[in-house]
């Protein structure tokens, strides 16, 4: 079967740095989405990987290993504004989007 | 601005009741898709869209049928509303081809009593 895996919950401090890990069984892949969505909200693109290597966009970047079936979100300079569920997606091989479950990340002050 | 919007935020109905969600989108996008959202567990697809009067089966379509007369409008319909069937019900649309990001509506919080 097809199955993402991103811990439930994180928790990390105003101006810390925290790094949000999704590990992926598919079957084939053709690229890798996370998502942001605010408690209550539409979830919103962040990034989209393909290829192997780190994708930088201000203070989120997002990894992508092909071969480990490996990919991260890393937020620098945590504002509260970030407290949020952050969502891994895989394109498979049928070019259908496998959803993670989320991972609801708490800033504390 | 693109927008995707969502006929209700909140919808209360009872078990039996013929359920309708409605769907718009301003983007003149291809695809149009379904999923409902569950704690702990991801967005699960429904039913989507490729064009207009087309529809294909996701993960999860029993229960549920879609119309999509006009490409801006994807409406989902519960034939027979059930308490399972309470969820968040997010819509979401994007160009044609497979690997472009989605835009998601704010979501209807649909309550089956």
């Known amino acids: 079967g097809q199955n993402i895996d991103q811990p439930t919950e994180m928790t990390a401090t105003e101006g810390a740095i925290v790094q949000i890990n999704c590990t992926y069984q598919?079957?084939?892949?053709?690229?890798l989405f996370w998502y942001q969505q605010h408690a209550g909200e539409a979830p919103t693109f962040l990034s989209y990987?393909?290829l192997d290597g780190l994708e930088e966009k201000g203070r989120f970047s997002s990894f992508l290993s092909r071969s480990k079936g490996y990919s991260y979100l890393l937020l620098k300079e945590l504002q509260m504004k970030d407290s949020a569920s952050y969502l891994c997606?895989?394109?498979?091989?049928?070019?259908?989007?496998?959803w993670g479950a989320g991972t609801k990340l708490i800033i504390k002050p | 601005d693109v927008k995707v919007t969502q006929s209700s935020r909140y919808l209360v109905k009872r078990t039996g009741e013929k359920v309708f969600l409605e769907c718009v989108q301003d983007?003149?996008?291809?695809?149009m898709f379904w999923y409902r959202q569950d704690p702990g567990l991801g967005l699960r697809l429904i039913y989507f869209?490729?064009?207009?009067?087309?529809?294909e089966k996701g993960d999860i379509p029993e229960g549920y049928s879609v119309s999509r007369e006009k490409k801006e409008r994807f409406s989902l319909i519960l034939e027979s509303a059930s308490t399972n069937q309470t969820s968040m019900y997010l819509c979401?649309?994007?160009?044609?081809?497979?690997?472009?990001?989605?835009?998601f509506g704010p979501g209807t919080r649909l309550t089956v009593l």
């Open positions: 869209s490729y064009d207009v009067k087309m529809k």
């Open positions: 997606a895989v394109i498979d091989s049928n070019y259908q989007l496998i």
């Open positions: 990987n393909v």
């Open positions: 979401a649309s994007s160009l044609s081809g497979s690997v472009n990001e989605q835009f």
């Open positions: 983007m003149d996008h291809e695809n």
């Open positions: 598919t079957s084939g892949f053709n690229g």
